[in-house]
């Protein structure tokens, strides 16, 4: 039993963020009334650019 949650738990320590993520990171940077911009950065697991959201405050 604990052999597969520990699978289950490296499956979705290490699963990708999909696009609605970035949505909802702008919508809360938007209802902050914060500044936002998208950014590409380095993941270091699978060696390509993933964009990000940044806030900042304004």
Known sequence: ???YLLIFYFI??????DSKSLE?????CIKDNK???ITKTL????????????????
Not at 12 to 17: E, I, R, T, V
Not at 24 to 28: E, Q
Not at 48 to 55: L, T, W
């Open 1 to 3: 039993m604990y052999k």
């Open 43 to 58: 993941n270091y697991r699978t060696g390509k650019y993933e964009p990000r959201v940044v806030c900042e405050t304004v």
């Open 12 to 17: 979705f320590l290490f699963s990708a963020c």
């Open 35 to 37: 500044k936002f911009y």
């Open 24 to 28: 909802n990171a702008k919508a809360m």
